[in-house]
C-alpha cells in the first residue's frame, strides 16, 4: 500500500490521508534502535497544510511536554547538539493565520506571508517544535513549506533581509529532510535573500536546480544542504540518517556583520508513531560526522 508523503520523508504501509501535505518522494528505510529494529511503524503523521495555496485561521493548540522555547530560542545551533529536535506534524491545529502557500506556478512566497511563532516542548524524548499565528508568545520565525515531486518539487521564500532588523525573525523551519535538500539563494537585484526546499534531490537534484535557476537569473547559489550532507550511515544495519532542518541568524561580534546558517540535525527513528501524531526520533548511533550538519550562507 502506497505511504504518506511529508516532509521529504514517506511513512511505509500507511494508508493515504487525503488532507496530507507532500514533500519529497524517496523511500527510505526507517532507522532501527540501537538493539533491535522498529517493531511499530510510522502512523498516518499529518505535516502540512490543509488548503494549499490559500490563508487560513485556526488558533493555537496546546501542546504536551515541557516548554523549552526559551532555551531553543536562546540559541538553536546549541540547543539542537544537545536534545532531539522533532519537526513532524508541526502544526496540529492546522494551518496558522496569516501563512500564505507556495504553488507549481508561483513557488514563492513573499517572506511577510510566512511569518509564524515558533514553540519547543520537550516530550517523549524528543523536542517537538510547532507553528501557530504570528504575534503569540514564542519565536518569531518563518515557515517555509514543501511540494512533492508531483506538485513542483520547489517551495520556498523569498525577500527575507540578509540582516534582520531586531524584532524580525531569525529563524525559518521547514519539513523534515529524508532525500530533500535546502538551498539559499542571493537576490542579486533586491539584495535579500530567498529559501527554497527542493523535494526529492537525491534522484536528479544539481540537474533540477540548475534549470530552476536559469528561470530566475537574479538569483545565486549561496548555501545548499543536501543528502550528502545529512544521509550517513547509522546502527548495526547501516540506514540512511533524515535531519530536522532550520536556518538560523547569529548576530556578529567584535562589529562583525551576523550570518544566516542552514542546519541539520540528524535522526533515526525510534518509534513509529506518538499520541502526539509524530515519529519518535533518536540521536543516530554510531556517526562518523557531527550529530548537527551547518553550511553558512555566504552572499559574497
Known amino acids: 500500500m502506497k505511504g504518506i508523503k511529508f516532509g521529504g520523508f514517506k511513512s511505509p504501509s500507511v494508508p493515504k490521508s487525503p488532507s496530507s501535505s507532500a514533500s519529497g518522494t524517496n523511500k527510505p528505510s526507517a532507522p532501527p534502535p540501537v538493539e533491535s529494529k522498529p517493531t511499530s511503524k510510522p502512523g498516518p503523521v499529518k505535516d502540512g497544510f490543509d488548503a494549499q495555496g490559500s490563508k487560513v485561521n485556526t488558533p493555537p493548540t ?74 503569540g508568545q514564542g519565536i518569531p520565525a518563518h515557515y517555509m513549506h514543501y511540494l512533492s515531486t508531483g506538485e513542483g ?42 529559501f527554497l526546499h527542493h523535494a526529492d534531490y537525491s534522484r536528479n537534484g544539481k540537474a533540477e536546480l540548475d534549470g530552476f535557476l536559469s528561470q530566475h537569473p537574479t538569483l545565486r547559489p549561496a548555501g545548499s544542504l543536501t543528502p550528502s550532507d545529512y544521509s550517513h550511515p547509522t546502527g548495526k544495519h547501516g540506514d540512511p540518517t533524515g535531519a530536522t532542518p532550520f536556518i538560523h541568524y547569529s548576530q556578529g561580534t567584535d562589529n562583525r556583520p551576523g550570518q544566516w546558517t542552514l542546519a541539520g540535525q540528524l535522526n533515526a527513528f525510534k518509534n513509529g508513531g506518538t499520541p502526539g501524531g509524530r515519529p519518535e526520533l533518536m540521536r543516530p548511533t554510531d556517526l562518523q560526522v557531527p550529530f548537527v550538519q551547518t553550511v553558512p550562507v555566504d552572499v559574497a
Open 62 to 135: 496546546k501542546q504536551p511536554g515541557k516548554d523549552v522555547t526559551s532555551s531553543f530560542g536562546a540559541n538553536p545551533l546549541g540547543y539542537s547538539g544537545q536534545n532531539v529536535l522533532n519537526a513532524y506534524n508541526m502544526f496540529p491545529g492546522g494551518a496558522p493565520q496569516g501563512v500564505a502557500l507556495p504553488t507549481a506556478q508561483k513557488p514563492f512566497v513573499n517572506a511577510s506571508d510566512s511569518k509564524v511563532t515558533l514553540n519547543a516542548h520537550q516530550h517523549q524524548g524528543n523536542t517537538n517544535l510547532s507553528v501557530s499565528p504570528a504575534g
Open 153 to 194: 518539487k520547489f517551495a520556498g521564500i523569498q525577500g527575507v533581509p540578509l540582516h534582520p532588523r531586531p524584532g524580525e525573525p531569525t529563524t525559518v523551519v521547514t519539513g523534515a529532510l529524508n532525500g530533500c535538500a535546502i538551498h539559499a539563494l542571493h537576490d542579486t537585484k533586491a539584495n535579500n535573500l530567498s
